[in-house]
């Protein structure tokens, strides 16, 4: 079992920046590969981007692709979500989540596919 915090989270002007962390404790972090989502309000919670369990692949929906950057320290047990030139429409409650993989270039972007998950951290980008 991997426990996960968020945080990070703020009120930013459009254009400017955040960097979200996610901390794990619990099992190996190494194990897992992650992803991080978002839920705007009224919506459903959608897949942002994740990074593989190396840490070599990365994937991102294409409305952040360019924007947004996931890494990994796992010395550090910690996935970081950076977030540049954030739209009003970035806001949302941002998640990060885990998944066991033995594929470690897998890139997982299914919600159900993700077991474990943090609590959520707010980010509001105001016009």
């Known amino acids: 079992q991997v426990q996960l915090v968020e945080s990070g989270g703020g009120l930013v002007q459009a254009g400017g920046s955040l960097r979200l962390s996610c901390a794990a404790s619990g099992r190996t972090f190494s194990m897992y590969a992650m992803g991080w989502f978002r839920q705007a309000p009224g919506k459903e919670r959608e897949f942002v981007g994740g990074?593989?369990?190396?840490?070599?692949?990365?994937y991102y929906v294409d409305s952040v692709k360019g924007r947004f950057t996931i890494s990994r320290d796992d010395a550090k047990n910690r996935v970081f979500l950076q977030m540049n030139s954030l739209k009003p429409e970035d806001t949302a409650v941002y998640y990060c989540a885990a998944t066991e993989t033995s594929d470690i270039f897998e890139v997982v972007t299914t919600q159900r596919r993700y077991g474990h998950w943090g609590q959520g951290t707010q980010v509001t980008v105001s016009s």
């Open positions: 990074i593989s369990l190396s840490g070599v692949r990365e």
